[in-house]
């Protein structure tokens, strides 16, 4: 079936570490991959989005994914958090439709 | 950015009672809206695709009977949960899709409705 998995379900870091991410998913074909934030009390925001060209996408607030199709994978990745990432993350796939797969998400704590 | 508005953020009813979710599309028209669910620690399950002027796609495995949809606006889709039990308590989650001539048709979500069915 397909599916998108995101292995990393909770993510506890200090400030300054380094944060990777891990999105796999199981479709075939050409895919739209896209990562998406929640912040504490708020609505879901994209992060980034990948439809074709350079593999490496960079997005918002420091954030870059790359893609690597022989991998399947989508990971996310930021070289210094911040104690405001904070957040819940989200991965997600389209193929050819708007529709949106999503992975299970992964929560991720950012102390001081 | 696009901002996409739902109400009530939550709310807590009876066993047997319907349940209106409204959301609204506050700066843009939106020709399609998209209805999600959350359970807890889990994903955003797509429920349907609101359509206006017509009738909603349903996904796999969701009653349509028991989640009516009507997107009569370009701005306002609602999700009406019928007769609810408390298996239906949830987190709904909803976003409009804008439209652009040459990029990604970009989804924005609400803030989502926490309901709960007592």
């Known amino acids: 079936a397909q599916s998108v998995s995101q292995h990393n379900h909770h993510v506890i870091l200090s400030e300054a570490a380094s944060l990777e991410l891990g999105c796999n998913y199981s479709y075939g074909g050409t895919v739209n991959l896209f990562w998406y934030v929640q912040y504490p009390g708020q609505h879901l925001q994209l992060l980034l989005k990948y439809f074709s060209g350079d593999p490496l996408v960079k997005g918002i607030k420091g954030f870059e994914a790359e893609f690597i199709k022989s991998k399947f994978s989508f990971n996310l990745r930021k070289p210094s958090v911040q104690w405001s990432d904070t957040a819940e993350y989200f991965c997600?796939?389209?193929?050819?439709?708007?529709?949106?797969?999503f992975g299970t998400g992964t929560r991720l704590q950012v102390f001081p | 950015g696009a901002v996409v508005s739902q109400h009530p953020s939550w709310v807590i009813c009876k066993s047997g009672t319907s349940v209106k979710i409204e959301c609204r599309s506050l700066d843009f028209q939106a020709t399609t809206m998209f209805w999600y669910r959350q359970f807890p620690k889990q994903s955003l399950m797509l429920m349907a695709t609101?359509?206006?002027?017509?009738?909603?796609?349903?996904e796999q495995g969701v009653e349509k009977d028991k989640f009516l949809i009507n997107h009569a606006s370009l701005t306002l889709s609602t999700l009406t949960v019928t007769s609810a039990h408390p298996e239906d308590s949830s987190f709904y989650i909803c976003s409009a899709r804008i439209i652009r001539q040459s990029s990604y048709n970009e989804q924005f979500f609400g803030p989502g409705t926490r309901l709960t069915v007592l």
């Open positions: 609101s359509n206006e002027g017509s009738k909603a796609t349903y």
């Open positions: 997600a796939v389209n193929q050819d439709t708007d529709k949106l797969i």
